[in-house]
């Protein structure tokens, strides 16, 4: 590395400042939440802003792991984030790899899809479709419906027109059919691009309420987001603090933050371990090599 100069310096400084800024402006909030959830009763009514709990309590954490409707909401989001995810994986790696290869109607598929990423059908023709094929009030109508994500779906196309053609070329010499060098060199060589997709999809997933309230109307199927939603916004805590604590409960609010906490830090903990993939797949499938 070089002699900088000192406008160069000046420059990265104020580089550094301007993402330390960012940085605690997004950190912010999150130790604001934590802080809360572990705050006491005394804390929270004598402080107007808490920054950091002075007498830690586990009150609002012990009514979330208490409360069945929770766990259960914890289970269907896990579920319907891992077979989503799935799903979304298999029909998106499939239909693109599909879109790279020389077959008949190849142009018009790839249209619609540009199509359907520019013009969407709406919210009440995809309840009517829901609703007609039986998906309502299961599962299947969380993940179904959205299996295939336009943009995923050229940015997961676009990645394997990158792989060059000698490979899939020289299998075909050996031998090998569509789905044999679909399966043993292609994915293979896309873990990148799945990681980074799948990644997507998965925070998608975990992060979706609005199509459970739409398709749900069993509160034993809703998701964690649609349980938290009630908590914090609509204020249902399904079961009374009271019922549960002797002495005094802890604040509703704790109990809202402690539920922000507990649904967060899922996603939280699966990032990392895909974060060098997710980097590189999103690199690649971006730029025609």
Excluded: C
């Amino acid at each position: 590395m070089g002699h900088q100069t000192r406008s160069e310096k000046i420059f990265d400084i104020a580089n550094y400042v301007l993402l330390a800024v960012i940085a605690f402006i997004m950190f912010f909030p999150l130790l604001y939440v934590f802080s809360v959830s572990f705050s006491s009763m005394h804390d929270f009514i004598t402080k107007d802003f808490i920054l950091w709990p002075e007498n830690w309590e586990t009150k609002a954490y012990q009514y979330i792991f208490g409360n069945d409707q929770f766990i259960r909401s914890i289970f269907v989001s896990i579920y319907v984030t891992i077979v989503g995810t799935f799903i979304n994986l298999f029909f998106t790696s499939t239909m693109a790899y599909g879109l790279t290869r020389n077959a008949q109607g190849q142009k018009f598929i790839l249209m619609a899809v540009v199509f359907s990423l520019i013009f969407q059908a709406g919210m009440i023709p995809t309840y009517l479709i829901v609703n007609n094929t039986g998906l309502m009030d299961t599962t299947w109508a969380l993940m179904l419906p959205i299996a295939i994500a336009p943009f995923n779906l050229i940015v997961m196309r676009q990645f394997f027109m990158n792989i060059p053609n000698e490979l899939t070329e020289s299998a075909h010499v050996d031998g090998a059919n569509e789905l044999q060098i679909f399966w043993k060199i292609i994915l293979p060589l896309s873990k990148p691009a799945l990681a980074a997709i799948g990644l997507f999809y998965a925070v998608n997933h975990w992060n979706n309420y609005f199509h459970a309230m739409l398709y749900i109307t069993d509160p034993a199927k809703w998701p964690i987001q649609v349980v938290l939603r009630q908590m914090v916004i609509t204020q249902d805590m399904t079961i009374n603090p009271e019922e549960i604590f002797q002495g005094a409960p802890p604040p509703p609010e704790t109990i809202q933050m402690a539920a922000i906490i507990v649904a967060t830090i899922p996603i939280l903990i699966v990032y990392p371990f895909l974060q060098k993939h997710f980097a590189k797949g999103v690199m690649l499938g971006a730029v025609k090599g």
